[in-house]
């Protein structure tokens, strides 16, 4: 692949230009090359502000002057992106917690699950308090970088939209591991079970036919469990499954005509001539329109009887 | 994979430097270049939020600083004013300027000059002035394209404009191949002629310091050649895949407009056919239309499958899996209703208008022998009230052509006869063809009834019986190809550029058809590649032609040379 760089040439030519430019601005001060340097720049009517570097003529120094601050929803875009790079390191370390719960280990794997547990909720608070604050983007800002805006929003759904699915994929992945877990030593899977350490010791009861006091608390307990692990996981599943409706629709489709460029700037003229038309057939609506003519013959009669009043007054 | 890979390749160099978020500015060419081949979620995960026209752009006034601007546009005066006119009132923080060819000195000063506020960081030649629509097929997508019909002394200010912008384009693809080649052109085409004559000049005086890459042991050969030597593909009707679509529909830089069909549900309307996204388009393109029926009925079974298992949720499980399936069923659904929308709409269309009938004549016109049954055919469909007027056209040029020199009775006859039906189509034009592309003028034999090897060839065909009637025509190009690959192109048809010369066989080819070119070549062009036989053959054109594109070539140029010889 070939290129050539004309950046060289170009500067060249550019240098050259100015120089022959600046002395028609050069007033009677100065020596030598900062003072050329000042001076274009007060002639370019960009600043009155003398301490500039001037060993660095290029734009870096304008933009401070130049028109300065981007507008504030890219404060938040900004801010959107950075929870999306804490959620993933927090998928990362959640990846970690579940390969070790999966390990065989002796101990008790309460802390396990309650890590796993709590990395799952703050995630999934994550993406939700992202998603709400990208809705929020399309709100705020003018319209003329409404394309502008439209589009971050669409990349940063687009990642958020990856990320639940990944979350989504490293759940169930890791309770089918867990499933085959309990499976493959007993044989028989007794409950759908995000504890996995507690059912191994209900099975051994179940092989008396008539259950004593202890194991039907411990029955019971197991079914309280089992309740609120599924309500979790419903309550999971629901979260994301919403978060995923409300991103799908500001994601693009890959290969279809709306990924195209060409169509997209096709539709912004459209739309912009659409809205040109509407304005423009709005206004005169509006000029031509009864209610403009009401409103002025109202006030001549408005003006013409105070005019009466005044002279009634005055004859009488 | 080479030309659309060559795109993506210097699109991603062009974004890859530039930190923050930044506007992407295209003129009318470039838009369609870096269209095909990138698309927006791309650009938007390289964090180009925002994609506007050099023209339009200067209408706004509102300054977007915390962006930087990257423009990519064809080195044309017409951008190069709109440019100085943004860099004296700049919009945007930073701007980097890529050109799709070679710069002139004279406009890299304008634009110095025009710089007052600095805001240029870079201005780079990055060379891609092509539109690659496939992996081995790129146009130029050149709209006055019936110029080179017109002989010199006709358009005397056109037809520069026109060699240079096929210069151009040719220029680039070799610059992004990184290779220089050797340069044969056609003998009897001045066109292709000036043209080759032109790119070599500037690859090997001009700018011989920027085409100077590594020698390989075999030169690439570029072969420039006149559409009006095979001037049948563009006139046949089409039935495989992309060349079908092209023929009833347009496909136009891999989009489909189906606004003007009945009505569509919103997200049909426009459709993308391009085989680097679409893995059902990539596996039919080139088949015929009887095996791509089978193939979408497979496909729609498929998907009523999955959206019935889709529909049946039952459990958490299945709800969790329906969520996370979701993104492809959507896609593949929309792939399907895309195919199965231009299917219907295909076939509604042969019904329409008898092109079973039409093309089987066609086909025969085409391929086999006999005069007098030929004559016969096309007078019976003359007389067939339900043939449209394009294809009655498109008959009567076929047969002329063939028959051309046998029976000028009866030729006659068959001119009047569409002159007193058909009212729209212009009397003369057929008479325009023959001049244009007639038996003379041409050098290959794609009639197969020139040279003896061809003959024998046809008789043995005939025998053998055809496989399929309706596609038993083999472009031109494919006789070509054969000959390119076996050694034997002949340097008396096709003779060498200056003192080039090539010995043995070359391993890569260009082939560019001034005139533009049909997807069925560009078919035979894949075809030819996937049979690895160490040549690598990629084809070009001005534009991609379908039967109406190249009729309407032959009008403007006949409406051109008629009104020139009233002036002179």
């Known amino acids: 692949m070939a290129t050539r760089n004309r950046t060289v040439v170009y500067r060249r030519h550019r240098d050259a230009v100015k120089s022959v430019r600046a002395p028609l601005f050069s007033s009677a001060s100065g020596s030598g090359g900062p003072v050329i340097e000042m001076a274009s720049l007060l002639g370019s009517n960009r600043s009155s502000y003398a301490p500039l570097s001037t ?23 900004e801010q959107v992106a950075a929870n999306i790079q804490r959620a993933r390191a927090k998928m990362a370390e959640l990846v970690k ?95 759908m079970n995000l504890n996995g350490n507690k059912s191994s010791l209900e099975d051994d009861e179940f092989s008396d036919v008539g259950f004593n006091e202890q194991q ?101 | 994979m080479v030309l659309v890979s060559a795109v993506r390749d210097y699109i991603n160099r062009m974004l890859q430097d530039i930190s923050g978020m930044k506007v992407l500015i295209l003129d009318s060419h470039t838009v369609s270049v870096v269209s095909v081949g990138y698309s927006q979620s791309e650009l938007l995960q390289k964090e180009v939020f925002l994609v506007e026209l050099v023209d339009s752009i200067s209408k706004s006034k509102e300054s977007m600083s915390h962006l930087k601007a990257v423009y990519f546009l064809r080195p044309t005066s017409e951008n190069i004013q709109h440019l100085r006119r943004q860099l004296a009132s700049p919009r945007f923080g930073e701007y980097h300027l890529f050109f799709s060819n070679i710069l002139k000195d ?15 960081q870079q201005i780079q030649e990055f060379y891609v002035d092509f539109v690659a629509i496939d992996p081995y097929h790129f146009t130029l997508n050149m709209p006055s394209n019936h110029i080179y019909m017109l002989p010199a002394v006709v358009d005397t200010s056109n037809l520069p404009h026109f060699c240079d912008r096929v210069v151009d384009g040719i220029a680039s693809i070799f610059l992004s191949l990184k290779r220089r080649p050797i340069i044969r052109y056609q003998r009897t085409s001045d066109i292709a002629k000036r043209i080759a004559q032109e790119t070599a000049r500037l690859m090997y005086q001009q700018e011989s310091g920027l085409f100077d890459f590594r020698r390989m042991e075999v030169s690439p050969l570029l072969l420039v050649i006149d559409r009006r030597d095979d001037p049948v593909a563009p006139l046949l009707n089409q039935w495989t895949y992309q060349a079908m679509v092209h023929e009833l529909i347009g496909i136009q830089d891999n989009k489909v407009d189906l606004r003007n069909i009945g009505k569509l549900p919103k997200d049909q309307q426009e459709v993308v056919l391009s085989s680097e996204q679409d893995a059902f388009f990539k596996a039919n393109m080139y088949e015929n239309f009887g095996d791509i029926g089978m ?102 040029m076929l047969y002329a052509l063939r028959y051309e020199k046998e029976s000028p009775v009866q030729l006659m006859q068959l001119f009047n006869k569409l002159a007193s039906r058909s009212a729209k189509y ?70 060498y550029v200056g003192n080039h010369f090539q010995q043995g066989r070359p391993q890569e080819v260009v082939i560019f058809i001034v005139g533009g070119t049909t997807y069925e070549e560009s078919r035979s062009v894949a075809l030819q590649n996937a049979r690895n036989s160490g040549i690598r053959f990629i084809l070009g054109g001005s534009v991609v032609l379908n039967s109406k594109r190249f009729l309407k070539d032959l009008e403007e140029a006949q409406r051109m040379a008629r009104s020139s010889t009233v002036v002179v």
């Open chain 1, 55 to 77: 060993e660095d003529p290029g734009p870096s120094s304008r933009d401070a002057f130049t028109v300065g601050l981007p507008p504030s929803w890219v404060d938040d875009s």
């Open chain 1, 97 to 191: 917690a579940h390969a070790k719960a999966l390990m065989p280990s002796f101990e008790d794997g309460k802390e396990d699950q309650h890590l796993i547990e709590a990395l799952t909720q703050e995630i999934t608070d994550i993406l939700r308090r992202s998603e709400k604050r990208l809705q929020k983007l399309s709100a705020s800002g003018s319209a003329e970088d409404s394309n502008v805006r439209k589009n971050v929003q669409r990349s940063l759904a687009t990642d958020l939209q990856n990320l639940s699915v990944e979350l989504r994929r490293k759940q169930s992945t890791y309770l089918k591991r867990l499933q085959q877990q309990k499976e493959g030593p007993d044989g028989v899977d007794l409950e």
């Open chain 1, 216 to 316: 039907m608390v411990k029955i019971k307990k197991g079914q309280q469990e089992r309740e609120r692990e599924i309500n979790q996981v419903v309550q999971s599943v629901n979260e994301l499954a919403q978060i995923m409706k409300d991103l799908s629709v500001l994601v693009i489709d890959q290969g279809t005509i709306v990924d195209r460029i060409d169509y997209n700037i096709q539709t912004v003229a459209v739309s912009v001539d659409e809205g040109l038309k509407q304005l423009q057939k709005a206004e005169r609506t509006q000029k031509k329109g009864g209610m403009v003519r009401c409103a002025t013959v109202l006030v001549i009669m408005c003006f013409i009887m105070l005019v009466l009043l005044i002279l009634k007054e005055i004859l009488f």
């Open chain 2, 106 to 120: 004279t406009q890299i000063h304008n634009l110095a000059d025009s710089d007052e506020q600095e805001v240029v």
């Open chain 2, 295 to 396: 193939n979408i009925k497979r496909l729609v079974d498929e998907f009523q499958q999955i959206s019935k298992s889709n529909q049946s949720i039952q459990t958490i499980e299945d709800m969790a899996k329906f969520v996370d399936n979701y993104p492809d069923y959507r896609k593949m659904h929309g792939n399907v209703s895309k195919h199965v929308t231009l299917v219907t709409e295909m076939s509604k269309i042969v019904e329409e208008r008898k092109l079973m009938l039409v093309s089987q004549t066609e086909q025969e016109l085409a391929c086999n022998g006999g005069q007098v049954a030929a004559f016969e055919a096309v007078k019976n469909i003359l007389n067939n009230e339900s043939v449209s007027d394009i294809d009655r056209l498109r008959l009567v």
């Open chain 2, 426 to 495: 212009k009397p003369g034009l057929v008479q325009f063809v023959l001049k244009q592309a007639g038996v003379d003028k041409r050098t290959g034999d794609f009639f197969g009834n020139r040279d003896l090897l061809n003959i024998a060839r046809n008789m043995a065909r005939g025998l053998k019986g055809v496989e399929n009637v309706y596609t038993q025509h083999q472009p031109l190009l494919f006789q070509t190809m054969e000959s390119i690959s076996k050694g034997r192109l002949r340097d008396v048809d096709y003779p």
